[in-house]
Nanobody, 126 residues
């Protein structure tokens, strides 16, 4: 089972950019689908972006498509979420999670992912 640690969150102004990272330890990182999820206070956790094991397939929430980019570097056991043109509504705790379900990137639903990091806070405010 993977252990995941997120980093890179912080306070940013609307319209700016931020990259958050998810570092994994454990075996066979490249056999896991990885997803980024977020949860704002009083709201349910939602899928933001998910990526297949090879990185060739990606799925984005409508709210971030065209602004956020998910990528992975398998030799470095790391997945990134590049966040551009951020908005106040992007404010949330961002989590990465893993699943060994090969097509988990298609659904990108929190319930389908079993290994979770502790989260990193992203706050978008002027």
């Amino acid at each position: 089972q993977l252990q995941l640690v997120e980093s890179g969150g912080g306070l940013v102004r609307p319209g700016s950019s931020l990259r958050v990272s998810c570092a994994a330890s454990g075996v066979a990182f490249d056999s896991y689908v990885i997803g980024w999820f977020r949860q704002a206070p009083g709201k349910e956790r939602e899928g933001v972006a998910c990526i297949s094991t090879s990185g060739g397939w990606k799925n984005y929430a409508d709210s971030v498509r065209g602004r956020f980019t998910i990528s992975r570097d398998n030799p470095k056991n790391t997945v990134y979420l590049q966040m551009n043109s951020v908005r106040p509504e992007d404010t949330a705790t961002y989590y990465c999670a893993a699943t060994n379900a090969a097509y988990g990137w298609r659904s990108c639903r929190p319930a389908d992912f079993g290994s979770w990091g502790q989260g990193t806070q992203v706050t978008v405010s002027s």
